[in-house]
């Protein structure tokens, strides 16, 4: 069946550092990936998602590669923020599914100033 | 953005009993859903729900489990008789279609179940 594996967290970087969240996907079908972030007391919202392999996505400094050989959507930043600090999903969405979205254990992100 | 509403915040049961968790979607959405995810657990899917009828659901699903939208008012999750595994935040989500669209996440709803 699908899964998704990510880093675990906690995860703890001083503002202004690189962040790589790794992230690695199994699926037999053609999947949409996403990540999305989670603050406290919110339900998960939409950072990006990729439909098609090889093709990047990316918003707030964040991005990511679908590679599709290599079966991973690592999450990257060049330079965190304090208010980055969340808990981050890698996520997948196959269409032969319905739509049912299969979500990694989430690494929480922790930026100290 | 769009805000999916989630009813209520907080619900505290005793084993046996029935509740209901109410969402309110995105105005024009089509799709809905139910995801449960325990404390320190993954977020898992339970149930999508299209045009008044299921359309998936997963094992965590069970019998006691029911969904229902009537005359598109609150999409609903009804648990009756509850169970201690029953405990866990219930998060509803909508999108306006399928094939890897979007989904909206309500804050959910932490069910505690004595």
């Known amino acids: 069946g699908d899964s998704v594996t990510q880093t675990e967290g906690p995860v703890t970087l001083s503002e202004g550092t690189s962040l790589t969240v790794n992230c690695s996907y199994e699926t037999k079908q053609y999947p949409t990936l996403f990540w999305y972030v989670q603050y406290p007391g919110e339900g998960p919202q939409l950072l990006f998602k990729v439909p098609k392999a090889n093709e990047k996505g990316s918003s707030r400094g964040f991005e990511a590669t679908y590679n599709k050989e290599a079966t991973s959507f690592h999450l990257q930043k060049a330079s965190v923020q304090e208010s980055d600090s969340a808990v981050y999903y890698c996520?997948?969405?196959?269409?032969?599914?319905?739509?049912?979205?299969?979500f990694g254990d989430g690494t929480q992100l922790v930026v100290k100033p | 953005g769009p805000k999916v509403l989630q009813i209520p915040s907080h619900q505290i049961i005793d084993m046996g009993q029935m509740v209901t968790l109410n969402c309110d979607p995105v105005s024009n959405h089509l799709y809905f859903y139910w995801y449960k995810q325990i404390l320190g657990q993954q977020m898992e899917f339970l149930v999508n729900?299209?045009?008044?009828?299921?359309?998936?659901k997963s094992k965590l699903f069970k019998d006691q489990f029911s969904v229902e939208r009537p005359d598109g008012s609150y999409f609903t999750l009804k648990i009756q008789p509850t169970a201690l595994e029953d405990s866990a935040v219930y998060f509803c989500?909508?999108?306006?279609?399928?094939?890897?669209?979007?989904?909206?996440f309500g804050p959910g709803t932490r069910l505690t179940v004595l």
């Open positions: 729900f299209y045009n008044g009828k299921v359309m998936e």
């Open positions: 989500a909508s999108s306006l279609g399928l094939g890897g669209r979007e989904q909206y």
């Open positions: 996520a997948l969405s196959d269409h032969n599914n319905n739509n049912r979205i299969f």
